[in-house]
C-alpha cells in the first residue's frame, strides 16, 4: 500500500499562487484606463477574434490576462449573471461590485479547492457619469479584489507599464489620449516588438485591442450600451487625433 506525501497547506497554496503567476506572466498586459470621455481599454493583442476586452452588460466591460479559455468562461459566466439580475430586478441592480464579488468568490473557490488555479487575472470596468464614479476593479488567481483608482494594468509586464502610465495619466485625458497613453506604456518593453514599437511611440493597430465605455453615450449615441469596441481604422484615427 502506498504513502501518499505530506504536504503543508502553506507550501500547497504558495506552489499554487506560483504556478498561477507563471501562466499569468507570459500574458501580454492589458491596460484600463479612466479619462474624461469614459473608460479605455488597451490590450496588446494580434488576434482579431480571440478577444481580451468584452462587454458585460450597459455600462460594466471586462479585460482578462492569461489562459484565454479561463477567462473567457469567466467572461460568459458574468454576462448571464448580469442579464438574469438585470431581468429579475433592475437593469440599475447589475453593478461592477456585485460582479466583481461573484467573481471574487468563484476565483477564490478554484484556487483553494481545484488540483489547478486559474492562469488568470481580471478587471471589472463600469462608467459612471463622471470620472469620480468610475469603478475600477482588478481580481487576481486566488479570489483577491481590488478596487483601484484611475488605471489598471495587468500581465507579465504591468510593474514597468504602470510606472510608464502613472506617470502620464491625469483625469482630464480624452479617449485619443489615454489610448496614447496606453500604447506607449504597452511599448516600453525589452522585447525586440516593444522596442520597435517604442521607437514610433505607440504600436500599430492590428497589434492592439481597443475598446471603450463611453460616458456620454445616452446622449450621443442615443441608447444605454455604452461599450464599443474600435477596428483598425478607428484606433489610427484615435491614435492622430488630436487632444
Request: proline fraction near 4%; hydrophobic fraction near 40%; aromatic fraction near 8%.
Amino acid at each position: 500500500m502506498t504513502q501518499q506525501f505530506y504536504v503543508s497547506p502553506e507550501q500547497l497554496m504558495k506552489d499554487r499562487a506560483d504556478f498561477a503567476r507563471k501562466g499569468i506572466a507570459r500574458g501580454r498586459s492589458v491596460v484600463v484606463i479612466s479619462c474624461q470621455d469614459g473608460i479605455a481599454l488597451v490590450a496588446e493583442n494580434p488576434s482579431p477574434s480571440l478577444h481580451k476586452i468584452g462587454e458585460i452588460y450597459d455600462k460594466i466591460a471586462f479585460a482578462a490576462v492569461g489562459k484565454y479559455n479561463e477567462f473567457e468562461s469567466l467572461r460568459q459566466a458574468g454576462v448571464r449573471y448580469a442579464d438574469v439580475r438585470g431581468y429579475s430586478y433592475d437593469r440599475e441592480d447589475v453593478t461592477a461590485r456585485g460582479l466583481a464579488s461573484v467573481y471574487a468568490q468563484s476565483l477564490g473557490a478554484v484556487f483553494t479547492a481545484e488540483q489547478k488555479p486559474f492562469e488568470v487575472e481580471l478587471a471589472v470596468a463600469e462608467v459612471g457619469p463622471t470620472p469620480e464614479l468610475d469603478h475600477l476593479y482588478r481580481l487576481t488567481f486566488d479570489g483577491s479584489i481590488a478596487d483601484e483608482h484611475g488605471f489598471i494594468v495587468m500581465g507579465g509586464q504591468a510593474e514597468r507599464v504602470s510606472a510608464v502610465i502613472a506617470e502620464g495619466w491625469r483625469p482630464s485625458l480624452r479617449f485619443a489620449g489615454a489610448v496614447r497613453l496606453a500604447t506607449r506604456g504597452l511599448t516600453s518593453g525589452p522585447d525586440p516588438a516593444a522596442e520597435q514599437g517604442e521607437a514610433g511611440g505607440t504600436l500599430p493597430a492590428k497589434a492592439v485591442e481597443v475598446a471603450v465605455l463611453d460616458r456620454q453615450s445616452e446622449t450621443s449615441r442615443g441608447f444605454r450600451r455604452a461599450f464599443r469596441r474600435l477596428n483598425d481604422s478607428d484606433i489610427t484615427a484615435l491614435l492622430a487625433e488630436e487632444d
